[in-house]
């Protein structure tokens, strides 16, 4: 998964930076506030996905001493940087710039360019959109879940935030034309200004939606609750297990899950039985609950 998930990441950022190029030399020319936004906005998503780049391959470090559970929290923390680069370079430039354009004004000159931008930008950034939309729904077809819940629900954050970020990339590309037609139709810049806060605004959303994602992941945020009943599914499937008194899980890295459990073992059962069934339901929660990294059983009574 994170090798499919590296190379979503590097489609997206190749595309981002010839898009970002691209938009800042047609928003000169024609003097669109909108195009400008578009440029950060794509300028913002490239420093994104770098940092992306560094949460795949820093969450993927072998466990070591110091570091028992992996390094796989890293990936979130890179993560969360990102959405802050969104919401700082891009959302906040975008509202800015369109705010000003609307107090004063600006001369709206050669658009042609930014029309081709504009068509060729959207070109790039549906294949990119592509991209990560066919890693997802692979993934949500292993996992037999909807793909939009699978997307809400991801703990893969590199994934989630190419998603979200080209998705909001291809609305911004509708909105920054509308602008654009608008003000070449009625000979006002309001129009180009409007379109660009809007932008900022749909930028905003977005990486107000991944921080929250993320920090809720470092918080130490729980398996989904359709996880969790597969996990107590094989628990209570063991012979050997009369209950299951507390079950906790925990996301430790994209796709990985911790899972800690207190059982109530049948009363008949002998020391070497309950570690054999502990080694067994080890085993299976692994081959056939999907991402379990860690498994710890501890044998307590029902309190009755």
């Known amino acids: 998964m994170k090798g499919e998930s590296l190379r979503t990441v590097l489609v997206a950022a190749a595309a981002n930076l010839a898009i970002a190029l691209a938009k800042l030399v047609a928003g000169l020319v024609g003097g669109s506030a909108a195009m400008l936004s578009e440029a950060a906005h794509s300028a913002a998503d490239t420093v994104t996905e770098l940092l992306l780049l560094v949460a795949v391959r820093r969450s993927g470090r072998p466990a070591d001493r110091r570091h028992p559970f992996g390094h796989g929290k890293a990936g979130f923390v890179w993560a969360l940087m990102a959405a802050v680069t969104t919401l700082v370079g891009g959302a906040g430039f975008s509202i800015t710039n369109g705010l000003h354009e609307i107090g004063h004004g600006e001369d709206l000159s050669n658009l042609t360019p930014a029309y081709i931008v504009l068509a060729a930008s959207f070109v790039f950034e549906g294949i990119s959109f592509a991209r990560g939309l066919a890693q997802l729904r692979a993934e949500a077809a292993r996992r037999r879940v909807g793909v939009v819940r699978l997307a809400r629900m991801t703990s893969d954050t590199a994934l989630k935030a190419v998603l979200f970020e080209d998705a909001a990339a291809l609305c911004g590309l509708l909105v920054a034309a509308t602008g654009l037609v608008a003000s070449q139709l009625t000979g006002s810049a309001l129009w180009d200004g409007a379109a660009s806060v809007v932008?900022?605004?749909?930028?905003?959303?977005?990486a107000l939606t991944l921080i929250q994602a993320n920090m809720s992941l470092l918080i130490g945020q729980a398996a989904t609750q359709r996880t969790e009943t597969g996990i107590r599914a094989v628990l209570l499937a063991q012979p050997e297990v009369e209950d299951v008194v507390e079950l906790l899980t925990m996301m430790i890295g994209p796709g990985e899950i911790l899972v800690a459990a207190k059982i109530d073992f049948r009363d008949e059962s002998s020391a070497a039985g309950v570690e054999r069934a502990c080694e067994e339901v080890d085993r299976r929660?692994?081959?056939?609950?999907?991402?379990?990294?860690h498994v710890f059983l501890d044998p307590t009574p029902t309190r009755r």
């Open 199 to 206: 932008i900022g605004l749909l930028l905003l959303v977005v």
């Open 285 to 293: 929660l692994r081959d056939q609950i999907s991402g379990v990294k």
